[in-house]
């Protein structure tokens, strides 16, 4: 089988390699040289694939190498000391080769996640009252002791909190080199089991919360048109924020006709701010609505890996009492929540990560 995905893998890589030729010579081609649009096109083009095409192409040289070195060693004609040379040759080639190997198999299933440095999060407190926003909270703190540890950015876009410090939604838009790769398993149901703060009989209650990840990425080649699409109300915002809250419509919220996709932003004392705040996120869930619907090849893969990514599906449970955290997906039991909750998700990720990975290389 290991066999099997290697040589899949292989001529995939093959075909991107052709397919780098072939966009470099249209470079030449003077109809595209003077084309702005389709010379940047191809130019990034290019320069995703070389990702995969310059180690592949070191892979293929190294691979013919290590072949004649072989040979050479296998020939009685040959001298003693060149037969010696060549065997040494390949004890030195044979490893680089393989690590190759296996960091291109990295390579290629994460391909279309690493080119994603932008991600809008959603978390929010599901059934459980007071506790499940509290959860949420909690889940936010996590999430930012994580991404402060791999020095990614977060920016809440928007925040309703609860009556009890917690949080009954919150938008974050998180920003880092491959972020998508670290946090992209994050969508579903999380489910806690604990004591609440406030229960005075020592009672275990369970409660939820969701999150949502969707990617952010460069290019969302999505056209809106803002005033025939959408429809647009605008509100005073809710909740605490003194007098300008009260007395300033400045909340938005966003409804795609064609979808039937709302946005709300309530963040902001600014009715602009707020609107660009919502049409970002609005073209966000309307580049994830309609990846879905395509259902390529990459979301067929990842699927095969975190389901279908819906809020209503149990991914985690915390289990406090227990100090246990289980993902259901890849039946993994860590009995340290105390650190996972405190943002050490390295292990947790790193063994979603390697699951998915074999997922998705027996899909090339």
Same mark, same amino acid.
């Given at each position: 089988?290991?066999?099997?995905?290697?040589?899949?893998?292989?001529?995939?890589?093959?075909?991107?390699?052709?397919?780098?030729?072939?966009?470099?010579?249209?470079?030449?081609?003077?109809?595209?040289?003077?084309?702005?649009?389709?010379?940047?096109?191809?130019?990034?083009?290019?320069?995703? @694939?070389?990702?995969?095409? $310059?180690?592949?192409?070191?892979?293929? !040289?190294?691979? &013919?190498?290590?072949? %004649?070195?072989? #040979? *050479?060693?296998?020939?009685?004609?040959?001298?003693?000391?060149?037969?010696?040379?060549?065997?040494?040759?390949?004890?030195? @080639?044979?490893?680089?080769? $393989?690590?190759?190997?296996?960091?291109? !198999?990295?390579? &290629?299933?994460?391909? %279309?996640?690493? #080119? *994603?440095?932008?991600?809008?999060?959603?978390?929010?407190?599901?059934?459980?009252?007071?506790?499940?926003?509290?959860?949420?909270?909690?889940?936010?703190?996590?999430?930012?002791?994580?991404?402060? !540890?791999?020095?990614?950015?977060?920016?809440?876009?928007?925040?309703?909190?609860?009556?009890?410090?917690?949080?009954?939604?919150?938008?974050?838009?998180?920003?880092?080199?491959?972020?998508?790769?670290?946090?992209?398993?994050?969508?579903?149901?999380?489910?806690?089991?604990?004591?609440?703060?406030?229960?005075?009989?020592?009672?275990?209650?369970?409660?939820?919360?969701?999150?949502?990840?969707?990617?952010?990425?460069?290019?969302?080649?999505?056209?809106?048109?803002?005033?025939?699409?959408?429809?647009?109300?605008?509100?005073?915002?809710?909740?605490?924020?003194?007098?300008?809250?009260?007395?300033?419509?400045?909340?938005?919220?966003?409804?795609?006709?064609?979808?039937?996709?709302?946005?709300?932003?309530?963040?902001?004392?600014?009715?602009?701010?707020?609107?660009?705040?919502?049409?970002?996120?609005?073209?966000?869930?309307?580049?994830?609505?309609?990846?879905?619907?395509?259902?390529?090849?990459?979301?067929?893969?990842?699927?095969?890996?975190?389901?279908?990514?819906?809020?209503?599906?149990?991914?985690?449970?915390?289990?406090?009492?227990?100090?246990?955290?289980?993902?259901?997906?890849?039946?993994?039991?860590?009995?340290?929540?105390?650190?996972?909750?405190?943002?050490?998700?390295?292990?947790?990720?790193?063994?979603?990560?390697?699951?998915?990975?074999?997922?998705?290389?027996?899909?090339?």
């Amino acid at each position: 089988m290991a066999v099997e995905v290697d040589e899949r893998l292989l001529a995939r890589l093959e075909e991107l390699s052709l397919r780098s030729e072939d966009l470099n010579e249209q470079l030449c081609d003077p109809a595209v040289s003077s084309n702005p649009i389709k010379l940047v096109s191809i130019t990034k083009e290019i320069g995703r @694939l070389r990702r995969l095409v $310059d180690p592949y192409r070191l892979l293929r !040289k190294m691979r &013919i190498e290590l072949t %004649d070195a072989q #040979a *050479i060693t296998l020939d009685k004609t040959q001298d003693d000391d060149i037969r010696e040379m060549a065997s040494m040759e390949v004890d030195e @080639l044979t490893p680089q080769s $393989d690590a190759l190997l296996e960091k291109l !198999k990295s390579l &290629i299933v994460t391909d %279309d996640d690493a #080119a *994603i440095n932008s991600i809008i999060m959603e978390i929010r407190a599901g059934t459980g009252g007071d506790e499940a926003a509290l959860f949420a909270r909690d889940l936010y703190n996590m999430y930012q002791r994580y991404c402060e !540890k791999k020095k990614f950015t977060v920016e809440v876009l928007d925040i309703s909190g609860s009556d009890v410090g917690g949080f009954k939604d919150i938008v974050l838009n998180i920003k880092g080199e491959e972020v998508y790769r670290y946090l992209g398993y994050e969508s579903g149901g999380h489910r806690v089991q604990r004591v609440p703060d406030t229960e005075t009989q020592g009672r275990i209650h369970t409660s939820a919360a969701t999150v949502a990840v969707l990617p952010e990425p460069e290019e969302i080649n999505i056209t809106i048109d803002w005033d025939k699409d959408v429809d647009e109300f605008v509100s005073r915002a809710g909740g605490p924020g003194g007098q300008n809250v009260n007395k300033v419509s400045s909340a938005i919220k966003l409804q795609h006709k064609e979808t039937g996709i709302t946005v709300s932003m309530r963040d902001d004392k600014s009715q602009h701010k707020n609107r660009s705040k919502a049409r970002r996120i609005m073209k966000t869930r309307l580049y994830d609505h309609f990846q879905k619907i395509g259902d390529d090849e990459r979301s067929a893969a990842r699927k095969t890996m975190v389901g279908s990514g819906d809020r209503s599906q149990r991914i985690r449970t915390y289990n406090f009492p227990q100090n246990r955290l289980t993902d259901h997906r890849i039946r993994l039991d860590l009995h340290s929540l105390d650190k996972v909750i405190q943002g050490e998700m390295d292990q947790l990720i790193d063994a979603l990560q390697t699951h998915d990975k074999e997922q998705r290389l027996q899909n090339i």
